[in-house]
């Protein structure tokens, strides 16, 4: 069973193995059909296509940040529809280096599903292995998928409004132009939660975009945890998405049990009452 991480060489000896299912999470918050017109240019053999807003999140509200959570059962039906069960060993990817399927990795972690990994480098990496595309859609064969939700992986905006005076670490993926409130490209609000730690995501590869080492990652989050266990950590970002990369870098490197704070930066402003910082 792989839980974090993937390698193309492995996913390829799989590509016809009825007990490993690939999902697609390409997606551009810019353009939001271009990862759907990709994948049905060319995709890994096999794939089916998850989209970020019409799968994986549920309809923005006016409290909400700006991809809430699915409904489980809404999931639960897509993922038995993707031909996903309890006995699947699913693999995710993009063509951003996880930064999207990264969210799909901690969704089935949440509907209670383990064996999901991300491909390391995702489709460039696959790509520039010369390994196979298609345009053909997969022949899939429906399952059901059973929810078993765990819960203690979610963290709510009255959990992080506690986090900092209780001595829990906050973490914010975004890039630090962003964290800082220099400039702010998505919401209406810019800075951080008071107290939180800036860990850009993308801190968590090396430069052909695939993870550093888990030794690597383990230096890294050392210095940014210090004396603070990863079970009192919530990761958070703009809507949920990024911060899942923060997750599963530290699940990789041995430090488990942070928690993720969904509706993150774009929840927090949504109540002007709810302190906002700037700066480092």
């Not at 994986?56 to 038995?80: E, M, Q, Y």
């Not at 409130?181 to 430069?207: F, K, M, Q, S, T």
């Not at 940014?224 to 990761?235: D, F, N, S």
């Amino acid at each position: 069973m792989l839980t974090t991480l993937v390698d193309v060489k492995t996913l390829a000896r799989h590509l016809n193995d009825p007990g490993w299912v690939t999902v697609d999470c390409r997606f551009s918050l810019s353009n939001p059909d271009a990862g759907r017109l990709a994948y049905e240019a060319a995709h890994i053999p096999g794939a089916r296509y998850a989209h970020l807003e019409q799968d994986l999140s549920s309809p923005v509200t006016a409290s909400s940040g700006r991809h809430p959570l699915p409904d489980p059962i809404r999931l639960a039906t897509r993922l038995g529809a993707w031909g996903i069960d309890a006995s699947k060993q699913v693999v995710v990817y993009d063509d951003t280096f996880g930064a999207m399927a990264a969210r799909l990795w901690w969704l089935l972690r949440w509907m209670g599903h383990e064996s999901v990994a991300l491909l390391d480098g995702g489709l460039p990496r696959w790509q520039r292995a010369g390994l196979p595309i298609t345009k053909d859609l997969p022949a899939i064969v429906v399952a059901q998928f059973v929810p078993r939700m765990n819960q203690t992986l979610l963290a709510n905006v009255v959990d992080v409004e506690r986090a900092v005076a209780e001595g829990f670490l906050v973490m914010d993926a975004r890039a630090e132009e962003r964290f800082t409130g220099e400039i702010e490209p998505l919401d209406r609000v810019a800075g951080h939660v008071p107290g939180a730690r800036n860990a850009p995501y993308d801190d968590n590869l090396d430069l052909s975009g695939e993870f550093s080492s888990d030794e690597a990652l383990r230096e890294h989050y050392g210095a940014l945890l210090g004396r603070t266990a990863p079970a009192k950590v919530i990761h958070m970002c703009g809507s949920g998405v990024t911060a899942c990369h923060n997750i599963l870098a530290m699940e990789h490197a041995g430090l488990r049990g942070a928690r993720l704070y969904a509706g993150s930066w774009s929840e927090w402003i949504t109540d002007p009452n709810r302190p906002i910082a700037t700066g480092e």
